[in-house]
């Protein structure tokens, strides 16, 4: 047998092996499940405070989008709506575009000669800028597409409701002038066959309408030519014109030729029914649907303006 002895074993620098009898001698569980499950709820809280945080930022811009909308809306666009139509009358209330023009013609009836220069220059400057003024506001991208279309209809708000005043300013004068021509009619037939300045004027008119008045008899003939000559819109516009420049009062005298008609036709005022006939039918047959652009921007102004805060409605739903 040898003498050698053998090598003494080399000591592991490895901790022991864990004796898993020894590590559960007093029934522990392991605490790595716990902190994982930990883990996992602290994430998700942390993704839905993340969540409930960006959607509280999202509601802030759309909450202070609206402020910003609603001051446009009641302050610049209202100060339009209130000189076109009147204070306390809210444009959403007409039924239609119907109604709204019944509004503006009723208005336009009770001042012909002013109203559409009030429209021109008082009630149109208001909505000028009010369309860069909504494509530049600052807001969420959902809005862009609806301010887009609400700023073009308020640029066709203006220029709808300017068509229709440069048309009703010449149709202001006409009734003017129809106005006149009828006041001093009656003033004619009033009189007694006292030469006041306004019969005296009106004597001129019904020479200028038919020149050959003085031959005429009685009221007859005139009432024929002017059943016969109103059809022409040229005869009307002469009326209007020309003629009715001469039943401004002035201080006319009287003469024998004033007497003479005075005394033919002082008695039968049915001429000046004839007249209101003749104008009548004259508006009608020149009538045009002048409001009809501003009745279409109008619908789209409820339209777009609607779409606008019913995003909004719907941003904000949960606040």
């Not at 066959?193 to 050959?212: D, H, M, W």
């Not at 003479?260 to 006939?277: I, N, P, V």
Request: glycine share 8%; proline share 6%; charged share 30%.
């Amino acid at each position: 047998m040898s003498d050698e002895q053998p090598d003494a074993p080399v000591p592991s620098l490895l901790p022991p092996p864990v004796d898993p009898s020894a590590y559960d001698l007093k029934g522990k569980k392991s605490k790595l499940p716990t902190i994982l499950v930990i883990l996992g709820l602290l994430a998700a809280v942390g993704a839905l405070t993340m969540k409930l945080m960006k959607g509280r930022n999202e509601r802030k811009l759309h909450a202070a989008f609206m402020e910003r909308f609603k001051e446009v809306e009641s302050g610049d666009v209202s100060q339009f709506w209130i000189c076109l139509l009147g204070p306390n009358v809210d444009p959403g209330l007409f039924a239609d575009n119907v109604a709204l023009g019944q509004r503006i013609d009723g208005t336009f009836a009770g001042d012909p000669l002013h109203f559409p220069e009030k429209v021109l220059d008082e009630c149109v400057p208001r909505l000028k800028g009010l369309n860069e003024k909504a494509a530049t506001m600052e807001a969420p991208e959902d809005y862009r597409e609806a301010l887009a279309r609400y700023g073009k209809s308020l640029d066709d708000l203006g220029s709808g409701i300017t068509s229709w005043a440069e048309r009703a300013k010449g149709r202001g004068e006409e009734r003017n002038a129809e106005k006149k021509i009828e006041q001093a009619g009656t003033a004619f037939h009033a009189t007694a066959g006292k030469a006041v300045s306004e019969a005296i004027a009106y004597a001129g008119f019904l020479r200028c309408v038919a020149p050959e008045i003085d031959k005429m008899a009685d009221a007859q003939p005139l009432l024929q030519l002017l059943f016969e000559e109103c059809k022409k819109p040229e005869f009307v516009a002469k009326i209007r014109t020309q003629c009715a420049k001469l039943v401004i009062a002035t201080e006319g005298k009287e003469d024998k030729a004033f007497k003479d008609l005075f005394k033919k036709f002082g008695a039968d005022d049915r001429e000046l029914q004839a007249f209101h006939d003749c104008f009548k039918k004259s508006r009608k047959a020149g009538k045009q649907d002048d409001l009809s652009p501003f009745g279409k921007a109008w619908v789209s102004y409820m339209e777009t303006s609607g779409a606008v805060r019913k995003i909004g409605a719907a941003a904000l739903k949960n606040d």
